[in-house]
């Protein structure tokens, strides 16, 4: 029976390219195997990328091109793409061409192609994941801020004080409620003049929708010659 040849799609794996062949061509297995004389099971395993129960890989690669064939498909293009899945197959079970075909892979665990294709999508996913929480948490966490002047506690006889700090560029930064620019860095500087006895200062990061960074100072303003 002849077909006419069909372009592979470098995206399908070779369980996939005989399977939609064959279907498309209307073949079922049962015909294939007194026209090939190959035993459905192997064509069967052919088309789901069990290449484990095929005795060995010369086995694999002579069916695959048998098979190929049959089907109008290119067989040198399915035998390389075939190498490329066995190739996968034996780094991932950690065997050799050369075990293999000495031995069968009944009692592991069986690394299809399919099963490579859908871990890889699962690890892009995750990836993906993991990416999104990661800037879903830059979004919503508060920016970091750091008050260089004044120190904790400060006491002083002058009657005002100079705020400075850092955060990240572009924050709105608010003290004691009312706002304060920053610079491209994300230094900012502002004076507040100061009430005897115990002044409070609260100064603000906050990103757009993030929590706000929060840093209290209270600075004692004592009478000019009275610090102790």
Request: net charge positive; hydrophobic share 40%; charged share 25%.
């Amino acid at each position: 029976m002849n077909f006419t040849s069909k372009q592979l799609n470098q995206y399908e794996t070779v369980s996939e390219i005989l399977s939609n062949a064959r279907k498309e061509k209307n073949v079922d297995l049962e015909k294939a195997e007194k026209t090939l004389k190959i035993n459905k099971k192997y064509l069967r395993a052919l088309e789901r990328g069990q290449y484990d129960i095929l005795p060995s890989t010369i086995y694999v690669k002579n069916f695959a091109r048998a098979y190929a064939d049959y089907l109008g498909l290119n067989s040198k293009k399915i035998i390389k793409l075939v190498e490329r899945e066995l190739g996968i197959i034996n780094q991932i079970n950690g065997t050799t061409p050369t075990s293999l075909e000495k031995k069968h892979l009944k009692n592991k665990v069986l690394i299809t192609p399919k099963i490579v294709r859908h871990l890889l999508i699962v690890i892009l996913v995750l990836a993906c994941l993991a990416y999104l929480g990661w800037q879903i948490n830059t979004i919503f966490s508060p920016p970091p801020l750091e008050i260089i002047n004044p120190q904790p506690d400060l006491v002083t006889n002058q009657n005002f004080i100079t705020i400075e700090g850092q955060t990240l560029p572009e924050i709105n930064v608010t003290i004691n409620n009312q706002r304060v620019l920053t610079d491209r860095n994300g230094y900012f500087n502002k004076s507040f003049d100061l009430q005897t006895g115990l002044n409070t200062i609260e100064i603000k990061a906050r990103k757009k929708h993030s929590k706000a960074s929060v840093v209290m100072r209270q600075i004692m303003m004592k009478e000019e010659g009275i610090i102790e």
